[in-house]
């Protein structure tokens, strides 16, 4: 019998390394002269950033910080989803920058189609917010790879190949 080998496609982030790139843009806030006396504060929970702050220029300096900073972490700044602007107590704004992590049904299924009308080799199943990918070829899976990595593109959402089997 044949060897078949697989992996998995995902839309995911590593969670330290976010916890790091937040940990030195509040370093950087504290430092920065510009936004010291600010009153900025960047919290982090379980699937969302919060900023907030006193004005929108100081905001959109915070949100180039991160983008900065995630992009020396690699991070892709797609994981992002930023939110209104909101107006809160005291003359203060907040924004909430939503975490995007797993692939949604509809998403995974125009992957799984796509895959399929590209390379015939291949089979595609969806085990909820991953793909799990398979062939008889290395080769045709390193195509996939390619495929998914333009797809990612269009899609508007970070996407990696994991446990490459």
Excluded: W
């Excluded at 929970?45 to 300096?61: C, V």
């Excluded at 909430?96 to 291949?122: P, Y």
């Excluded at 080769?139 to 990595?149: A, F, G, H, P, W």
């Amino acid at each position: 019998m044949a060897e078949s080998f697989s992996f998995d496609i995902v839309s995911d982030f590593d969670r330290q390394e976010l916890v790091n790139t937040l940990d030195q843009v509040k370093r950087e806030i504290s430092q920065r002269y510009d936004l010291k006396g600010t009153d900025t504060v960047v919290d982090l929970d379980k699937e969302n950033i919060f900023i907030t702050t006193n004005s929108e220029l100081t905001l959109n300096a915070v949100n180039d910080i991160i983008r900065q900073k995630a992009i020396k972490r690699n991070l892709s700044l797609k994981i992002f989803d930023y939110g209104q602007i909101e107006t809160v107590s005291g003359n203060k704004i907040k924004q909430t920058i939503i975490l995007k992590q797993g692939i949604k049904q509809e998403i995974a299924k125009k992957i799984s189609k796509n895959i399929r009308e590209q390379l015939k080799k291949i089979n595609v199943s969806i085990n909820g917010e991953t793909l799990r990918v398979s062939s008889k070829s290395k080769n045709d899976l390193q195509l996939v790879i390619k495929l998914v990595s333009n797809l990612e593109e269009s899609l508007n959402i970070p996407l990696k190949a994991n446990n490459f089997r």
